[in-house]
């Protein structure tokens, strides 16, 4: 797809990219086409990988090692964006981890310490995040933020655990951070994507039967990682300008249905052979 220069002068910071698996990483691709410039973060542990340097140069980026739980280092990494840029016209936070999920500790048996861990990686570090930009004054009167959740916040998936809580925490911010940045002329959404094949998701167990389960609802099918870029840019450009404090549910209209005939037929077909 050639770019159409909607993110043209714009300038932001994007944290989550890990490797060509991740959303982040897409959403980093889609910007540089259409004009936008970037600083590209991660945790440092993410540095051993080496991966994302490739991501850096081919989107005429610079790299800046964070840590999303720590205060210090994000505050630290404003300062240097603020170097390079001066001031910034949006943040992607594209950051979740389940603590519990990865160690495949169920709901009702949740390790506490690694609970509080996921809700601070998954959903604190978006306002620690907002909030260290804000204290340096560099979001612009017409800046865009946008963060990635999941209908997990809504509706009960059982393997997707304490996600569903820290997506649902995640959403509350974005309403609570949303009324407080509108007075400033700034605004901020989050994106309810569809089960998607990225390196966190494959993390979460029965996942695949997850994928096949909402393409199998969904009219449109999965949303992919491509279109999901896409759909971001629109947020990050001035034509979403108006548009703030939502969840927007990009997911092929898996969120509206109820059932569909193809999963009836599977159900039925599955019936008949246990039978």
């Known amino acids: 797809m050639n770019g ?38 991660n945790a440092p542990i993410v540095s051993r990988a080496g991966t994302l340097e490739g991501l850096a140069e081919r989107t005429e980026s610079s790299i800046i090692w964070a840590d999303a739980t720590n205060s210090g280092q994000i505050s630290e990494l404003f300062s240097e964006v603020r170097d390079s840029f001066g001031s910034i016209d949006f943040i992607v936070h594209s950051i979740g981890m389940g603590m519990n999920v990865r160690k495949n500790k169920d709901y009702d048996e949740l390790q506490y310490e690694w609970f509080h861990k996921t809700l601070d990686i998954s959903a604190m570090s978006l306002h620690r995040i907002v909030r260290a930009a804000m204290d340096l004054d560099m979001i612009n009167r017409g800046g865009s933020i946008v963060t990635l959740t999941y209908l997990g916040a809504q509706r009960t998936f059982s393997k997707y655990s304490e ?14 951070l949303g009324y407080r940045l509108g007075k400033k002329g700034i605004r901020i959404n989050s994106i309810s994507q569809s089960p998607t094949a990225t390196t966190a998701g494959h993390g979460i167990e029965g996942f695949d039967s997850m994928f096949e389960f909402a393409r199998q609802i969904s009219p449109l099918g999965n949303a992919d990682s491509d279109s999901c870029a896409d759909y971001i840019v629109t947020l990050l450009s001035d034509l979403t300008r108006m548009v703030t404090m939502q969840n927007l549910y990009h997911d092929g209209g898996f969120s509206t249905m109820g059932i569909s005939d193809e999963l009836i037929e599977t159900l039925q077909e599955a019936l008949t052979t246990a039978s």
Request: hydrophobic share 50%; aromatic share 8%; net charge positive.
């Open 4 to 41: 159409h220069g909607l993110l043209k002068g714009k300038n932001g910071v994007i944290f989550g990219a890990l490797n060509e698996a991740s959303l982040a990483w897409h959403i980093a691709e889609a910007v540089y086409r259409e004009g936008g410039r970037f600083v590209l973060s």
């Open 163 to 176: 996600m569903g809580d820290a997506k649902a925490l995640l959403e509350s911010i974005v309403r609570s």
